[in-house]
């Protein structure tokens, strides 16, 4: 069922049923004993398409048939298989929804791709998945037995503009688990070559066929922190943290560095900061009054009224906004995305985790006091 309580709320997801609140959600009837059936979240009503086409990673021009696409962040979980041309359809994504594919296929890793943002719009995405041959090369290159029952990882590293990234030493680029200790047994990192293979002599990061990469082998099962170290081109060096989740024997494609969200404001306030996220993802929020207006399915909850009453609205449901312990508010913590099999109380996942600029805003504003 759910994680037991951290006292962090980071990881932790209340229990189905005791409040709608970000993201989609709708009515569905209640089979938690004294919870009323309409705070139940629910699947949304229809959504947007994400299509592209399934490719072999280590060789990035050739379109793959018969793989099989499953979604991770959504809730109910689609699964697709991918055309002859390679070309795969997942339909009625929710809009605002950060959703994981994972790809598979005979002869292949399982491959769980860089997570999509979906808005208002369809998305066209492709997405890679690695051939079992290919992922043990990379072990004969380093001279490495295979581990099966542990996961490799690819990560496109980006500077400051989210251009190839180069020039980093490998003490830049570290994998830690979600309390920054190291991981025992893991081998890494390498920079990929010239080649589009590992390369165990690089010492600095290099870009190649415009793209800039970095491995870890022998990743263990569980949820990690990728941290890299760059340029932030301003004089200064910035760090970013990715989470990334690794299953056994699977393959794992991730994205480090990247261009710098802009500065959080210091004290930020509702109307001003808060409120526009909440709204449509047409009008640049994240998605959450694409359900949550008057006449959407996440109706209980209207978040489209103009920031005096939605603010009342958040403040009028118990747990939403908790000031004494502010990651525990269940603004952040209901739509926070999980790692599977953990249990979902909310149809679709708003923020990948901690690292997100709009969790960390959100968390911001509810620690200074939810001010108005």
């Known amino acids: 069922m759910f994680p037991s309580p951290t006292g962090s709320g980071m990881t932790m997801r209340k229990l189905i049923g005791l409040l709608v609140i970000a993201g989609c959600a709708g009515e569905a009837p209640s089979t938690v004993p004294g919870v009323d059936a309409s705070d139940v979240d629910a699947a949304p009503e229809g959504g947007q398409r994400v299509s ?32 002859s041309d390679g070309a795969y359809e997942v339909a009625n994504v929710p809009a605002g929804s950060k959703v994981f594919l994972a790809v598979a296929r005979a002869s292949y890793r399982t491959t769980r791709n860089i997570a999509v943002a979906v808005e208002d719009a369809p998305v066209t995405r492709d997405v890679y998945v690695m051939s079992v041959a290919d992922v043990n090369r990379q072990y004969a290159t380093d001279g490495k037995p295979v581990n099966v029952g542990k996961a490799f990882l690819a990560a496109d590293l980006k500077d400051a503009a989210g251009m190839p990234l180069a020039g980093i030493p490998l003490a830049n680029v570290t994998l830690t688990d979600v309390d920054d200790q190291p991981i025992p047994a893991l081998i890494g990192p390498y920079f990929f070559g ?80 808060i409120y526009p996220r909440l709204q449509k993802a047409a009008n640049d929020g994240l998605g959450c009054a694409n359900c949550h207006t008057a006449n959407g399915s996440g109706g209980i909850l209207v978040m489209d009224a103009g920031a005096a009453t939605t603010l009342a609205n958040i403040m009028a449901r118990p747990g939403a906004i908790n000031t004494a312990a502010p990651a525990d508010s269940l603004l952040l913590t209901k739509p926070l995305y999980e790692p599977a099999p953990a249990v979902q109380n909310h149809p679709n996942a708003t923020f990948l985790d901690a690292n997100d600029p709009d969790y960390k805003l959100f968390l911001l504003w509810i620690t200074n006091g939810a001010k108005p």
């Open 52 to 83: 592209g086409k399934a490719m072999d990673y280590f060789a990035a021009d050739t379109p793959l048939a018969n793989a099989t696409i499953t979604t991770d962040g959504i809730e109910a979980v689609a699964m697709v298989q991918s055309a």
């Open 194 to 273: 010239a080649q589009g293979d590992i390369n165990p002599a690089l010492t600095t990061a290099e870009a190649n066929a415009g793209r800039s990469r970095v491995a870890f082998l022998d990743v263990p099962p569980g949820t990690f922190k990728l941290s890299v170290t760059y340029p932030d081109g301003q004089g200064g060096n910035a760090t970013t943290v990715t989470q990334v989740t690794a299953t056994a024997g699977g393959a794992v494609i991730a994205s480090g560095g990247g261009a710098i969200p802009g500065a959080a404001p210091a004290d930020p306030t509702f109307a001003t900061n």
